[in-house]
Nanobody, 123 residues
Framework: QVQLVESGGGLVQAGGSLRLSCAPS????????MGWFRQTPGKEREFVAG???????NYADSVTGRFTISRGNAKNTVYLQMNSLKPEDTAVYYC?????????????????WGQGTQVNVSS
């Protein structure tokens, strides 16, 4: 069974840092585009960051300069380093995979999702 498993969420004070990890299982995702989305209650899931198999990255404007997406040496694991966290970053963060070559900001372009990990940033 192919799965994406996120970890690393938790509670942090504003200004602090967290690193999320996404570890796929059941399949090799080195050639896939990987991404992170987040969602808060009552709102649509929104794009946070994406990274292609060649290492090209793109970010939502709200996280540019604070968050960094990267891939592990085997390109199978994906990380999201989150610095200078703000209370408005509080959300469930989801890892996603897409077979395409672009990190689309559209939820519909991503074919596989993890179960999510909660991030809470206190003021």
């Amino acid at each position: 069974q192919v799965q994406l498993v996120e970890s690393g969420g938790g509670l942090v004070q504003a200004g602090g840092s967290l690193r999320l990890s996404c570890a796929p299982s059941g399949h090799t995702f080195g050639t896939y585009t990987m991404g992170w989305f987040r969602q808060t209650p009552g709102k649509e899931r929104e794009f946070v960051a994406g990274i292609t198999s060649s290492g090209s990255t793109n970010y939502a404007d709200s996280v540019t300069g604070r968050f960094t997406i990267s891939r592990g040496n085997a390109k199978n694991t994906v990380y999201l380093q989150m610095n200078s966290l703000k209370p408005e970053d509080t959300a469930v963060y989801y890892c996603a995979a897409a077979a395409g070559r672009l990190a689309s900001r559209s939820v519909d372009s991503w074919g596989l999702w993890g179960q999510g990990t909660q991030v809470n940033v206190s003021s």
